[in-house]
């Protein structure tokens, strides 16, 4: 296939040279990120888009999306599908997917979990939302840079789906973060902690896969002195556009709420930047209740 590529930065670089190496035509397009090997750079988003059976933007966020695919659309050949994977707000997943269907384009919302390791590796899980017709002209391009790709609903459905799951996962990282400093101050031993809880009722991905206590479960940023992983800067984008996704659709989400104000805070008045999303539990053993 052809395929124009927007947006060549920590997950779109690795996202379009693994295009590249399976064999693709992948004309690449960035307003400062360098094009990866294989990927022929174009000097405009509407350039690379000209022509292509798949263009795949990757960028920051909904504000970008809209500006870019208004450069594209008009530039690109009717049939061809216009698929988004950044993780943007469910409203300018739709109203671009609306634009580029009324032009005579599939478009598809398809946010990635797996972050850079996934993206680099081709391990990525892609949520789509779109028509089952453009779903099925882009999926061996899923299944290229991914390992498993789930047909949501109709537009907004892929990123409805991310925003979802990175809500549950906000709020039980933080939940698992404050047990075990509660858990320190009652003078329960962390790895009693997680023998109990790994297997008990309060397990969870954020307790057996990616613990936040060092030294204990498996591998984690938090055995990394809490350098991402995933970045809490990160977590408070997607659990603000929860909110926001929230507020649009009159749903009551009072935890999911919560833990936006938590990450804000941890992000934007304490030493949160920069760090894993599982710093949250140093941040609470430095804390006293109601200080
Ligand atoms: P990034 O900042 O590294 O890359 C975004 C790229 O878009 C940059 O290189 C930037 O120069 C480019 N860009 C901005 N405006 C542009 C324009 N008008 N035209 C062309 N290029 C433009 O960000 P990233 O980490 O690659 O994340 C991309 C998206 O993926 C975001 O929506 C993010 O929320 C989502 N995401 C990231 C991760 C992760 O772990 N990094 C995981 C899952 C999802």
């Given at each position: 296939m052809k395929i124009g590529f927007i947006g060549l930065g920590n997950m779109g670089g690795p996202m379009a040279a693994n295009l590249a190496k399976a064999g693709h035509e992948v004309i690449g397009f960035d307003l400062a990120a360098p094009c990866p090997a294989g990927v022929t750079a174009s000097d405009s988003a509407a350039k690379a888009a000209e022509g292509a059976d798949v263009v795949i933007t990757m960028l920051p966020n909904g504000a970008i999306l809209?500006?870019?695919?208004?450069?594209?659309?008009?530039?690109?050949?009717?049939?061809a599908v216009l698929c988004d994977c950044s993780t943007v707000d469910v409203a300018a997943a739709r109203d671009v997917a609306a634009e580029a269907v009324a032009t005579g384009l599939g478009a598809l919302?398809?946010?990635?979990?797996?972050?850079?390791?996934?993206?680099?590796a081709g391990t990525l899980?892609?949520?789509?939302?779109?028509?089952?017709?453009?779903?099925?002209k882009v999926l061996p391009l899923f299944e290229i840079m991914g390992q498993k790709a789930v047909h949501c609903g109709d537009a907004g459905a892929g990123q409805a789906a991310k925003i979802c799951n990175n809500m549950i996962l906000g709020v039980t990282m933080?939940?698992?973060?404050?047990?075990?400093?509660?858990?320190d101050k009652l003078g329960l031993d962390r790895q009693k902690m997680f023998d109990v809880v790994s297997?008990?009722?309060?397990?969870?991905?954020?307790?057996n896969v990616y613990c936040p206590a060092p030294g204990i479960g498996p591998q984690s940023p938090a055995d990394n002195d809490y350098k991402p992983g995933f970045a809490a800067e990160l977590m408070l984008k997607d659990l603000r556009l929860s909110q926001q996704a929230a507020e649009g659709a009159d749903a009551e989400t009072p935890m999911g709420q919560l833990a936006t104000e938590l990450y804000t805070r941890f992000v934007e008045e304490e030493d949160g930047k920069g760090r894993d999303f599982s710093a949250l539990l140093p941040r609470f053993s430095a804390k006293s209740r109601g200080a």
């Open positions: 809209r500006a870019v695919a208004a450069e594209v659309i008009p530039a690109m050949q009717q049939g919302d398809a946010p990635v979990s797996g972050g850079v390791g996934g993206a680099t899980t892609f949520m789509v939302g779109g028509s089952q017709d453009a779903f099925a933080a939940v698992t973060c404050e047990a075990f400093a509660l858990a297997t008990s009722s309060g397990y969870s991905w954020s307790m």
